[in-house]
T-cell receptor, first 112, second 111 residues
């Protein structure tokens, strides 16, 4: 049984560019959440998707957007990248909103 | 968001128990207490959660104070694999489903 998978594992971008990160939830899960983890800090909630809609959002600007597909996989898009967007981006899935969240290994994004 | 307070770091010897405290004096009646841990270069891993009663699973035990203003995660026999950052998180069981992570406690296990 595959757990949560994320791609790519690492990514380097320059300021002003756009990036798309991908997540496949654990088998049987239909809810996906995204978190940002800066170096030395705990993860911060970005948003949660369920039934292909954004259900809850954290304190992140509109440059951060997402999408959920009919197969429950999800994408995180970040536009107009800033140096401060350099972080580990974590995807978590659950069997329903409010269910236990299981995390993927993350995508390490470096913005130069 | 309800807040938790944890020590920055703790050290333990291998094969000994580890007791990780967490204070959450502003906890509300619908808040569940969740513990996650994050090993180096990995995503967070669910450890245990509870509402009012003490909980046990194969990884750890969770002891919750009667007034619910504090809790303790207990690792019964620490191994080197238990070295990680441990996060104590309050999660509203009603309609706010996000996990609000703090800085956590960095646990070091000595061989």
């Amino acid at each position: 049984d595959a757990g949560v998978t994320q791609s790519p594992t690492h990514l380097i971008k320059t300021r002003g560019q756009q990036v798309t990160l991908r997540c496949s939830p654990k088998s049987g899960h239909d809810t996906v959440s995204w978190y940002q983890q800066a170096l030395g800090q705990g993860p911060q909630f970005i948003f949660q998707y369920y039934e292909e809609e954004e259900r809850q959002r954290g304190n992140f600007p509109d440059r951060f957007s997402g999408h959920q597909f009919p197969n429950y996989s999800s994408e995180l898009n970040v536009n107009a990248l800033l140096l401060g967007d350099s972080a580990l981006y974590l995807c978590a899935s659950s069997s329903h909103p409010g269910g236990l969240e299981y995390f993927g290994p993350g995508t390490r994004l470096l913005v130069l | 968001d309800a807040k938790t307070t944890q020590p920055n770091s703790m050290e333990s010897n291998e094969e000994e128990p580890v007791h990780l405290p967490c204070n959450h004096s502003t906890i509300s009646g619908t808040d569940y207490i969740h513990w996650y841990r994050q090993l180096p270069s990995q995503g967070p891993e669910y450890v245990i959660h509870g509402l009012t009663s003490n909980v046990n699973n194969r990884m750890a035990s969770l002891a919750i104070a009667e007034d619910r203003k504090s809790s303790t995660l207990i690792l019964h026999r620490a191994t080197l694999r238990d070295a990680a950052v441990y996060y104590c998180i309050l999660r509203d069981g009603s309609n706010d489903y996000k996990l609000s992570f703090g800085a956590g406690t960095t646990v070091t296990v000595r061989a």
